[in-house]
C-alpha cells in the first residue's frame, strides 16, 4: 500500500527513459569528476613545497609552459565534446518523453487542491464520468493523458516511477502524458511548494491489469451502496443532516457538497487526507472527529459527535467499498 | 625612488572637494608622496581622521570601515540562518516529527533561503570588495563611499526589520521565491510576504547601490599604470559581479513591488483571473535569481583567482583565458533562468535552448578549474589554511557543478527539480563554490584586516570539520530526492523511507556546528589574546593591497602607487614608484583613465557625512509604514525626500572652498 515512489524505480516509458538518462549523466559526471581530482592530486603530490619567504616564480620555463597549456587545452577540448554528448542524450531523451502514443488513452482531468487532488475521469463523456481524489488507478500498458488545473496557488504533479513533474498553475491548463508498463501502487507528492500544509498532499497511482481496471471503473461508476445494517444506515443519516453534506458529495444520497474529496467510493482507498492517515477503521473514525491532529490546517474542521454516532459516520464509510 | 611629479591641475570642474576643517585651508599647503613618519604622512592622517562621537561613528564613509561593517553583519545574519537550517535538520531527522510545526517550519525555511541569499550571500561578497578593491587598486577610498555607507544603513535597517517580524511571528513564509498566487493577496495572509517584499526592495537597492560604486572605483580610481590588463582577477571579478548586479537587480525589485501593488492597491498583475499571469513572476524573479547565483559564485572565483597564485609562488597560470571566462559567465548567466521553470508549460523547443545554454556555462568553469590545476603543477606549494580551503572549494564545487549540468538537462530535471536533489545541488555550490572561497578570504586577508593572523592549527581543524561536516550533510540529499522527497516539507511519514539519510544529514549538520564554534574560538583567540603583530605582507603576496601595513592606515596609501606589472610586488616598477603632489589636507586622490590607467584629474573624495545614515533611516520609515497603511505609501514619502534634499543642499561655503582648493594646486 506505500507504493513506489523512486525516479530510479522506472514503472513506464517515460520514467525508463529518464533513468537512462540519468544512468548517462552519472557515468559521465563521475568520470569527468574523478579525472579533474586526479589531475589535481597530481599537481599537488608534484609540485615542490615552499615557504611564504620564498621568492615567487615570474620567469616561466617554456618547456613546462607549454605543457601545461597543452592539458588545459586538451582538458576544455574533451569537456566540450562530453557536455555536447549529454547535450544529445538529453535532447534525446525529451523527444522519448513526447513519442508516447496516444491512442486509446484514458483521460483524467486532475485539479490540485490545497491540499488534495480532485480527479475526473473521463470528463469529456457524461455516459463514463465519474469523480474520486487523492488515488488513481490506471490500466497497465495503457497511455493515461492526464489535464492539470490548480484552484488555488501553483502545485506540481510528480509520480517519479512513471514520469517527471509538471506543474498545475492558476489560470493555465497543461497535460502530461504517462504509461504505467507495470503492475504496481506507486506514491507522488505535490512537488511545488503550496503552502501550509505542502507536506502532506500524497498522490497515489494504482497500475493494474485491464480486467481489474475495469471492474475497478464500472464499480466507480456506480452510485454509492446502500446501508446493510442499522449502524451504517444512522451514519448515512449523519452524513447527510451533518456539516459532512456541506462539503463531500457520495452520490446517491443527499450529499452534495463539492468543496472536498468526494466520498462515493471512499472506502476502496488506501488513504484519507492526501496520504494523512491509513483508511483503518481506527484512524478513520479519529479523522473524522479530528483532522486537524494528523493535517494541522487542513480545511476539514473538528466535528463534534458522540461516539457511538462517530462509529456510526465510519462504519457508513468504511462501507462504500 | 622616483615618482610622478605634480600633476598637471587640468581645469575640469572637480568633484565636491568638501572641507570643513577651516585649520586646513588656511595652513601653508602639504603635498604628499612621502612614506610613513613624514609631514606629509602625518597630515593625511589627520586628513583622514574619523570625526569624534556617535554622529560621527554614524557618519563614517571610509571603504574599509564600511565593507567591515558589511562582511560582519552579515557573518551575522548567516549564523541566525545557519541555526534556522540546524532546526531545519533536526526536525526532518526522524520521520513524523512534531518538533516543529507546519507554520513555523514554512517561516524557517523561507527566512533560511531568504537570509543566505540576500543579506549574507551577497553583502558579504559586496563587503569584501569594498574593503580589498580600493587597496588592490591603489586608491585612498570608493568613487562613492556615502552611497555605501547609506547602503550598509539600508542593508542592516532591512535585516533587522525582517528579524524583527520573523520574531513576532510575522516572517515570510512562501519561500525565498515568494511565488505568486501564494504569496499573493489572497492566500498570503497577514503582513509576511509584505515583510518579504520590502526587504528584497532593501538589499536590492542596497545592491545597486554598492555596485554602482564598486563599478565607478575600479574603472576610474585605479593606480596609474594600471590597465586593464593589468589589474587583479579579484578586481575583474569584482567588476563583472557588479555590473551583473547593475543589469539584474532593478528586474526583482519590479517583481516585488508588483506583488506589493497586487496587495496593496489591488492590481491584478499576478491574478489570472483578471487578466494577470502567475508566470510573469517566475520570469521576473529568475531572470534575476540565476544571476544572484553568480553574484555570489564570481567574487568566490576572484578569491580562488587572488589566493592561488601566492601559495603557489607564481603568477597565474592563464590569466587572460581567466578574465574572458568570467566576463563569458556573467554575460551567459542570464540566459539560464528558465531552468528554474522546466516543470511550467512553456514550450518545448524553447527549454531546448536553455539546456544548452546551461550546459555551455560549464565550460568557461571548466577552463578556470584548470587553469587553476595548472597553476598549482607549475607552481611551488605553501600549504596554510586560505588554500586548504581552495583544495576543499574545488572538491565540493565540482559535485556541486556536476550535478548542475544534470539540473540544466530539461528531461532529467523535470524528475529532480524541487527534491532535495536540488537543495543537495544548491548547498554544493554555494557552499562549495562561495562559502570555501570566503573561508579562503577570511583567512587570507584576516592578517591585512586586523593586523594579526589567524591560529593555523585551529585554523586546519575548522577546515577538515567543515569538509567533513559539508558532505555528511549534503551529499545524503542527492539520493532522498531521487527517492522521491520534495523540498519544502516539514515532516514526512515512515512509510516513505526517507528517515535513515535524513538523520545521516542531521549528524553531517552537528560537525558543522562543531567547525563553526572551533572557527568562533580561533576569531576570538586571534583578534582578542594574541599579542603577535602580522608584518604588511605575511603571506608573500603580490597584489598591491600587502605593500601597506596591516591594517591599513585611513588613507591607505600615503602616496599612491604606480603599477607596471599584475603583481607589483613581486616585480616592484622600475622607473616611476608613485604619485606625489597630492594635497595632504583635503582627501584628495587621482583619477585614470578607464582602459589604460593613465592620469586624468585630481579627485576629491567626499567628506564623512551623517545625511546617508539619516536617509536610510528615513526610507526606513517609509518602508515600514507602507506596511501597515496605504496612505503611509505616499505621505511616508516626505521623510525620505527631506533627508536627500537636505542631503543634497548646496553648501556656497564649501562650493567656494573647492574653487580655492582647484585654482591653487
Known amino acids: 500500500m506505500n507504493g513506489i515512489h523512486d525516479a530510479l524505480a522506472p514503472a513506464g516509458p517515460q520514467a525508463l527513459a529518464l533513468f537512462h538518462l540519468w544512468n548517462a549523466m552519472l557515468v559521465v559526471c563521475t568520470v569527468v569528476f574523478a579525472l579533474t581530482m586526479a589531475a589535481l592530486a597530481i599537481a599537488l603530490w608534484r609540485a615542490p613545497r615552499a615557504t611564504e619567504r620564498a621568492s615567487a616564480d615570474l620567469d616561466a620555463q617554456p618547456r613546462k609552459e607549454a605543457a601545461l597549456r597543452r592539458s588545459v587545452v586538451w582538458g576544455i577540448a574533451g569537456s566540450s565534446v562530453l557536455l555536447l554528448v549529454l547535450l544529445f542524450a538529453s535532447f534525446y531523451a525529451d523527444r522519448a518523453l513526447s513519442a508516447l502514443p496516444l491512442a486509446d488513452a484514458v483521460h483524467i482531468d486532475l485539479v490540485g487542491h490545497r491540499f488534495w487532488w480532485e480527479a475526473h475521469y473521463e470528463p469529456h463523456d457524461p455516459e463514463q464520468t465519474f469523480a474520486t481524489a487523492n488515488e488513481l488507478h490506471v490500466p497497465v500498458g495503457r497511455p493515461v493523458l492526464i489535464r492539470l488545473r490548480a484552484d488555488d496557488v501553483i502545485h506540481s504533479f510528480w509520480v517519479p516511477s512513471l514520469s517527471g513533474k509538471k506543474d498545475l498553475i492558476p489560470g493555465r491548463e497543461s497535460t502530461i502524458a504517462v504509461r504505467a508498463d507495470r503492475v504496481g501502487t506507486y506514491r507522488g507528492q505535490c512537488a511545488e511548494f503550496c503552502g501550509y500544509q505542502h507536506a502532506q498532499m500524497a498522490l497515489v497511482v494504482v497500475a493494474e491489469t485491464p480486467e481489474r481496471y475495469e471492474r475497478w471503473r464500472s464499480l466507480q461508476r456506480e452510485p454509492a451502496h446502500a446501508p446493510s445494517d442499522a449502524q451504517q444506515a444512522r451514519g448515512r443519516e449523519l452524513v447527510e443532516q451533518t456539516s459532512c453534506a456541506m462539503c463531500h458529495a457520495i452520490v446517491g444520497t443527499r450529499a452534495g457538497g463539492r468543496r472536498a474529496p468526494d466520498l462515493t467510493h471512499v472506502a476502496g482507498r488506501g488513504w484519507l487526507g492526501a496520504g494523512a492517515v491509513a483508511n483503518t477503521p481506527k484512524l478513520r473514525a479519529e479523522w473524522i472527529a479530528n483532522a486537524q491532529k494528523f493535517k494541522p490546517g487542513v480545511d476539514m474542521p473538528p466535528i463534534d459527535v458522540a461516539a457511538d454516532d462517530l462509529a456510526a459516520i465510519s462504519a457508513y464509510l468504511g462501507s462504500l467499498e | ?665
Not at chain 2, 555605501?148 to 513564509?173: Q, R, V
Not at chain 2, 536610510?616 to 516626505?638: E, K, Q
Open chain 2, 1 to 665: 625612488m622616483e615618482s610622478v611629479g605634480a600633476l598637471p591641475s587640468r581645469p575640469r570642474p572637480r568633484k565636491r572637494a568638501r572641507t570643513r576643517s577651516a585649520a586646513a585651508a588656511h595652513r601653508p599647503m602639504v603635498r604628499d608622496g612621502d612614506g610613513p613618519g613624514s609631514r606629509a604622512a602625518e597630515e593625511l592622517e589627520r586628513t583622514w581622521q574619523e570625526k569624534p562621537g556617535l554622529v560621527g561613528w554614524l557618519s563614517i564613509n571610509n571603504h574599509k570601515t564600511l565593507g567591515l561593517r558589511f562582511v560582519v553583519t552579515a557573518f551575522f545574519f548567516a549564523g541566525l540562518a545557519g541555526v534556522m537550517g540546524g532546526l531545519m535538520r533536526h526536525q526532518l531527522a526522524t520521520a513524523n516529527s512534531h518538533l516543529l510545526g507546519p507554520d513555523f517550519y514554512n517561516q524557517l525555511f523561507s527566512m533560511h533561503g531568504t537570509t543566505m541569499m540576500f543579506l549574507f550571500a551577497v553583502p558579504v561578497m559586496q563587503g569584501f570588495a569594498l574593503y580589498i578593491v580600493p587597496l588592490m587598486i591603489g586608491t585612498r577610498n570608493t568613487a562613492f563611499p556615502r552611497m555605501s555607507a547609506c547602503a550598509y544603513w539600508l542593508y542592516l535597517f532591512g535585516g533587522l526589520l525582517l528579524f524583527g517580524a520573523f520574531a513576532t511571528n510575522t516572517g515570510p513564509d512562501a519561500g525565498w521565491f515568494e511565488y505568486v498566487p501564494l504569496a499573493g493577496p489572497q492566500y498570503g495572509i497577514g503582513k509576511r510576504a509584505d515583510f518579504w517584499n520590502m526587504l528584497v526592495t532593501y538589499s536590492e537597492a542596497m545592491g545597486l547601490m554598492v555596485a554602482v560604486d564598486i563599478t565607478t572605483t575600479i574603472l576610474k580610481l585605479r593606480a596609474p599604470g594600471m590597465s586593464l590588463r593589468q589589474m587583479p582577477l579579484f578586481v575583474w571579478a569584482s567588476l563583472v559581479t557588479s555590473v551583473m548586479i547593475i543589469f539584474a537587480m532593478p528586474l526583482v525589485m519590479l517583481g516585488a513591488n508588483l506583488v506589493q501593488f497586487d496587495r496593496m492597491l489591488g492590481t491584478h498583475f499576478f491574478n489570472p483571473a483578471e487578466g494577470g499571469d502567475a508566470l510573469l513572476w517566475q520570469h521576473l524573479f529568475w531572470f534575476f535569481g540565476h544571476p544572484e547565483v553568480y553574484f555570489i559564485f564570481i567574487p568566490a572565483l576572484g578569491f580562488v583567482s587572488a589566493i592561488i597564485p601566492t601559495f603557489a609562488r607564481r603568477p597565474m597560470f592563464g590569466h587572460d583565458a581567466i578574465v574572458l571566462s568570467l566576463v563569458t559567465t556573467g554575460f551567459l548567466s542570464f540566459g539560464l533562468w528558465v531552468h528554474h521553470m522546466f516543470a511550467t508549460n512553456l514550450p518545448e523547443l524553447g527549454k531546448s535552448f536553455f539546456t544548452a545554454m546551461s550546459f555551455m556555462i560549464a565550460i568557461p568553469t571548466a577552463l578556470q578549474i584548470f587553469c587553476w590545476i595548472a597553476t598549482i603543477a607549475g607552481g611551488r606549494l605553501v600549504m596554510r589554511t586560505p588554500f586548504l580551503f581552495v583544495l576543499g572549494f574545488f572538491f565540493v564545487l565540482m559535485i556541486g557543478g556536476l550535478t548542475g549540468i544534470m539540473l540544466g538537462s530539461v528531461p532529467l530535471d523535470l524528475q529532480v527539480h524541487d527534491t532535495y536533489f536540488v537543495v543537495a545541488h544548491l548547498h554544493y555550490v554555494l557552499i562549495g563554490g562561495a562559502v570555501f572561497p570566503l573561508f579562503a578570504a577570511l583567512y587570507y586577508w584576516f592578517p591585512k584586516v586586523t593586523g594579526k593572523q589567524l591560529g593555523e592549527t585551529l585554523g586546519k581543524w575548522h577546515f577538515w570539520l567543515f569538509f567533513i561536516g559539508v558532505n555528511l550533510t549534503f551529499f545524503p540529499l542527492h539520493i532522498l530526492g531521487l527517492e522521491g522527497m520534495p523540498r519544502r516539507i516539514y515532516t514526512y511519514g515512515a512509510e516513505t523511507g526517507w528517515e535513515p539519510l535524513s538523520m545521516v544529514s542531521a549528524v553531517g549538520q552537528v560537525i558543522n556546528d562543531v567547525s563553526t564554534l572551533i572557527f568562533a574560538i580561533n576569531l576570538i583567540r586571534t583578534v582578542f589574546f594574541k599579542k603577535e603583530r602580522a608584518s604588511a605582507d605575511p603571506w608573500g603576496a603580490g597584489t598591491l593591497e600587502w605593500s601597506v601595513a596591516s591594517p591599513p592606515p585611513r588613507c591607505n596609501f600615503f602616496a599612491l602607487p604606480v603599477v607596471s606589472s599584475r603583481e607589483p610586488l613581486w616585480a616592484p616598477p622600475a622607473e616611476v614608484t608613485h604619485v606625489q603632489g597630492l594635497s595632504a589636507q583635503i582627501r584628495e586622490g587621482l583619477t585614470t583613465t578607464v582602459i589604460d590607467a593613465l592620469p586624468d584629474t585630481r579627485y576629491a573624495y567626499p567628506e564623512p557625512e551623517i545625511w546617508p545614515f539619516v536617509a536610510a533611516l528615513s526610507v526606513t520609515i517609509w518602508l515600514v509604514w507602507s506596511v501597515w497603511s496605504v496612505p503611509g505609501f505616499v505621505w511616508g514619502l516626505i521623510p525620505p525626500a527631506l533627508a536627500f534634499l537636505l542631503w543634497y543642499w548646496p553648501n556656497k561655503k564649501e562650493a567656494k572652498e573647492e574653487l580655492r582648493w582647484e585654482r591653487e594646486p
